[in-house]
Nanobody, 128 residues
Framework: QVQLVESGGGLVQAGDSLRLPCTAS????????MAWFRQAPGKGREFVAA????????AYADSVKGRFTISRDNAKNTVYLQMNSLKPEDTGVYFC?????????????????????WGQGTQVTVSS
């Protein structure tokens, strides 16, 4: 069983930056595709960004392209989401997810279904 633990959330002002780390337990982190999703109050879970096992392939939601960057450090079992130029509409609970079959897929998954493991989430609130 893989456990994912997110941190780094908080209350910030529009235009500020935050970096969210997600640390995974287990020895096979470096074979997983990792992703970030978010959920705003009263809305469904929304894809934010994903990165494949070696960091060569990434994907971003249109709403965050150019502002957010996903990266990973396999030696530390950690994936990061660097969020710059934050907007009030970025507010929500941010979840880290792992796709254990990601290394056999042709591209990173951008929907929740293929992801097997999820963290508990970290709250990000952006005030205007």
């Amino acid at each position: 069983q893989v456990q994912l633990v997110e941190s780094g959330g908080g209350l910030v002002q529009a235009g500020d930056s935050l970096r969210l780390p997600c640390t995974a337990s287990g020895r096979t982190f470096n074979t997983y595709t990792m992703a970030w999703f978010r959920q705003a109050p009263g809305k469904g879970r929304e894809f934010v960004a994903a990165i494949n096992w070696n960091g060569v392939r990434t994907a971003y939601a249109d709403s965050v392209k150019g502002r957010f960057t996903i990266s990973r450090d396999n030696a530390k079992n950690t994936v990061y989401l660097q969020m710059n130029s934050l907007k009030p509409e970025d507010t929500g609970v941010y979840f880290c997810a792992a796709d254990r079959e990601g290394y056999v897929r042709s591209d990173v998954a951008v929907t929740p279904t293929p992801y097997d493991y999820w963290g508990q989430g970290t709250q990000v609130t952006v005030s205007s």
